[in-house]
Nanobody, 115 residues
Framework: QVHFVESGGGLVQPGGSLKLSCGASGFFFSGYSVGWYRQTPGTERELVATISHTANMRNYVDSVKGRFTISRDNAKNTVYLQMESLKPEDTAVYYC????????WGQGTQVTVSS
């Protein structure tokens, strides 16, 4: 049973932009806070942005504040991550999941920031 399908990653130059999308299924999406996570080889998965179930609260890790914007469409069971002013250190595989009691992880989407 697939719970999350991430898309929108790619190769972008420093300073560029990308918008990630994540479709969710198999649970009551609009009842949960969800977040975007990222992971690089050999490191722990990092939670970079969260959004409450009604979208009235959003939080970001300091390293992405002012550059990333998380949003959601509960009618489409989808969460988005708009990424601006990308830096090489943003290179990672990006995943979405619930913030509390994460479910099975999806495949993620690779973001590579390089000139």
């Amino acid at each position: 049973q697939v719970h999350f399908v991430e898309s929108g990653g790619g190769l972008v130059q420093p300073g560029g932009s990308l918008k990630l999308s994540c479709g969710a299924s198999g649970f009551f999406f609009s009842g949960y806070s969800v977040g975007w996570y990222r992971q690089t080889p050999g490191t722990e998965r990092e939670l970079v942005a969260t959004i409450s179930h009604t979208a009235n609260m959003r939080n970001y890790v300091d390293s992405v504040k002012g550059r990333f914007t998380i949003s959601r469409d509960n009618a489409k069971n989808t969460v988005y991550l708009q990424m601006e002013s990308l830096k090489p250190e943003d290179t990672a595989v990006y995943y979405c999941n619930r913030v509390v009691a994460p479910l099975t992880w999806g495949q993620g989407t690779q973001v590579t920031v390089s000139s």
